[in-house]
């Protein structure tokens, strides 16, 4: 069982940016597809970005491309996401998970193994 460690949240004034960051303590990243996903308050938890295995495919909602980049390093066992001009409405929980398919469908139903979540507050 993967368990992943979310990392790098915290405050920002709007137009900011966060780095946050996700990695395994005891599991090997490389052989998975990854997302992060994030869960505004008294929300569904909801899509963001997906990264292939080896970090050749990606994948964003919408309404992130163009600001947010996820991006991967095996050798560090570590994924990241990017997130720049950042708004008052993405405040929200942030999460990481493991792919249960090749194909990143953008479901939180279809990836596993969350982390504890790290905190994105978005002041106006």
């Known amino acids: 069982q993967v368990q992943l460690v979310e990392s790098g949240g915290g405050v920002v004034q709007a137009g900011g940016s966060l780095r946050l960051s996700c990695t395994a303590s005891?599991?090997?990243?490389?052989?998975?597809?990854l997302g992060w996903f994030r869960q505004p308050p008294g929300k569904e938890r909801e899509f963001v970005a997906a990264?292939?295995?080896?970090?050749?495919?990606?994948k964003y909602v919408d309404s992130v491309k163009g600001r947010f980049t996820i991006s991967r390093d095996n050798t560090a066992n570590t994924v990241y996401l990017q997130m720049n001009n950042l708004k008052p409405e993405e405040t929200a929980v942030y999460y990481c998970?493991?792919?249960?398919?090749?194909?990143?469908?953008?479901?939180?139903?279809?990836?596993?193994?969350w982390g504890q979540g790290t905190q994105v507050t978005v002041s106006s």
């Open positions: 998970g493991v792919a249960k398919t090749i194909a990143l469908v953008p479901s939180a139903a279809l990836f596993g193994s």
């Open positions: 005891r599991s090997t990243l490389s052989s998975y597809g």
């Open positions: 990264i292939s295995y080896n970090g050749g495919y990606t």
